[in-house]
């Protein structure tokens, strides 16, 4: 077993210092903002919104189901740091010399990413139940954004990233899954229907101009705050 891991461990590891190993004092600032959940305010709250405006009463539930994904996936994720007990990048005294760090260290533990599960449950869940395909692309874009800055800040290892986003993935599918099954056995109100209600094309389209705003002003504004040495 221990020789069928460690090429993994090693190829891993390789990957790791390729990807970290291209940054500038730019993109530090960059990802260091994009990393923190804080940053994305108002693109959660977009979202929401249009939760709201598309379920309506329904909203409550869908909202509540929502904030039971990122629990699941946060905890369980933080279950199997503990569990697998893999050093991360920044802790490993073998490599922690090697490693572009700016931001916080992180926990003691890798494996595997909450950044990355947390995100891309958020995704998946948003995706099954806004249903456009627009959305689906961007949505999962911005999840694998967010997973990128945790290897780029030198906290964790491509495979964590990987191995988060699929666990995200399926927590994501089976809550909306469960979602469905409470609509249709437990809620009063029949209308709209989850299943076949869903994100317009020029819905998807406000919510990817707030997206494509954001991450512009944040462009624009680091680039200028370090133009005039202020960073």
Known sequence: MIAFIEPIKQLDQSLFFFFNGMHNPFWDVV???FTQTIIWGIFYLTLIYFIVRKYRMKAVVIIIMLALVILI????????KETVQRLRPTHDTDIQHLVHNVYRKGGLYSYFSSHATNT???AMFTAKLFKNSRYQVFIFFWAALVSYTRIYLGVHYPFDVLTGAVVGILIGYFIYKLLLVIENHFLMLKMPKLAETGLSNQESGIVLLVFLLFVSTVLLVTNQLMHTQFL
């Open 73 to 80: 996936a946060d905890q369980f994720s933080v279950f199997i």
């Open 31 to 33: 990802m260091t903002l």
């Open 120 to 122: 891309f449950a958020v």
